[in-house]
C-alpha cells in the first residue's frame, strides 16, 4: 500500500539533487531558453546583454549557461541582420508585429543556423518550434517552422551567405 503524500514519515529526494547520476551542465534546450528570457529583457526594458544576465528571473539566481551567452552576444552583434532575413520571410508582415516572443525566437534560431556550425539547422528549427509552443500562442509552432523552413532553403540553395 503506498503512503499518501502528507504521510511525515515518507521523504522525497528529487533526482536533480544529490544525485551523481544527473548532470549539473544545463541542456541547450535550458540555454536556449535563458536566453530567450535575457533577449525578452533586453527587448523590453532597452538593457545591455550584462543587466540582463545578472536578473534573477532571467537566470534563476544561477550563472547563466555558457551557450545561452554565446547565443546573446551573437544575437547583439547581428541584430540588425538577423532581423533582415526574417523580414525577408515575413513580406506580409512588418517585423514590429510579430509577436514579441515568436520574433525572438526566430531571432535565436537564424543566429544559430548562421554563426553555430556545430548545431545542424533541422535541430535548430525543431527546437525553435517547441519553444515557440511552450512560451507562445499555438498557432507560433507552425509560424516559426514556416519562416525558419524559408531561411534554411536558402542557406542550402547557396542564396545566403555567412561571414563569421
Same mark, same amino acid.
Given at each position: 500500500?503506498?503512503? /499518501?503524500?502528507?504521510?511525515?514519515?515518507? #521523504?522525497?529526494?528529487?533526482?536533480?539533487?544529490? #544525485? *551523481?547520476?544527473?548532470?549539473? *551542465?544545463?541542456?541547450?534546450?535550458?540555454?536556449?531558453?535563458?536566453? %530567450?528570457?535575457?533577449?525578452?529583457?533586453?527587448?523590453?526594458?532597452?538593457?545591455?546583454?550584462?543587466?540582463? %544576465?545578472?536578473?534573477?528571473?532571467?537566470?534563476?539566481?544561477?550563472?547563466?549557461?555558457? @551557450?545561452?551567452?554565446?547565443?546573446?552576444?551573437?544575437?547583439?552583434? @547581428?541584430?540588425?541582420?538577423?532581423?533582415?532575413? &526574417?523580414?525577408?520571410?515575413?513580406?506580409?508582415?512588418?517585423?514590429?508585429?510579430?509577436?514579441?516572443?515568436?520574433?525572438? &525566437?526566430?531571432?535565436?534560431?537564424?543566429?544559430?543556423?548562421? +554563426?553555430?556550425?556545430?548545431?545542424? /539547422?533541422?535541430?535548430?528549427?525543431?527546437?525553435?518550434?517547441?519553444?515557440?509552443?511552450? +512560451? #507562445?500562442?499555438?498557432?507560433?509552432?507552425?509560424?516559426?517552422?514556416?519562416?525558419?523552413?524559408? &531561411? +534554411?532553403?536558402? %542557406?542550402?540553395?547557396?542564396?545566403? #551567405?555567412?561571414?563569421?
Amino acid at each position: 500500500m503506498r503512503k /499518501p503524500l502528507n504521510d511525515p514519515n515518507v #521523504s522525497f529526494t528529487p533526482p536533480s539533487i544529490g #544525485s *551523481a547520476a544527473v548532470s549539473k *551542465a544545463p541542456t541547450r534546450r535550458i540555454a536556449r531558453e535563458t536566453a %530567450l528570457r535575457a533577449i525578452y529583457v533586453i527587448e523590453m526594458r532597452g538593457c545591455e546583454p550584462e543587466e540582463a %544576465l545578472q536578473d534573477r528571473l532571467v537566470t534563476n539566481g544561477e550563472p547563466p549557461p555558457a @551557450y545561452s551567452v554565446r547565443l546573446i552576444n551573437h544575437i547583439d552583434q @547581428y541584430r540588425e541582420q538577423l532581423d533582415e532575413l &526574417i523580414r525577408a520571410k515575413v513580406e506580409k508582415w512588418e517585423l514590429h508585429r510579430i509577436a514579441v516572443i515568436d520574433r525572438l &525566437i526566430l531571432r535565436i534560431a537564424v543566429v544559430e543556423m548562421l +554563426y553555430f556550425p556545430d548545431v545542424p /539547422p533541422k535541430v535548430t528549427i525543431n527546437e525553435a518550434i517547441e519553444i515557440a509552443k511552450k +512560451y #507562445s500562442t499555438e498557432k507560433s509552432g507552425k509560424f516559426v517552422n514556416g519562416v525558419l523552413d524559408a &531561411i +534554411y532553403a536558402d %542557406l542550402g540553395d547557396g542564396r545566403l #551567405s555567412v561571414n563569421v
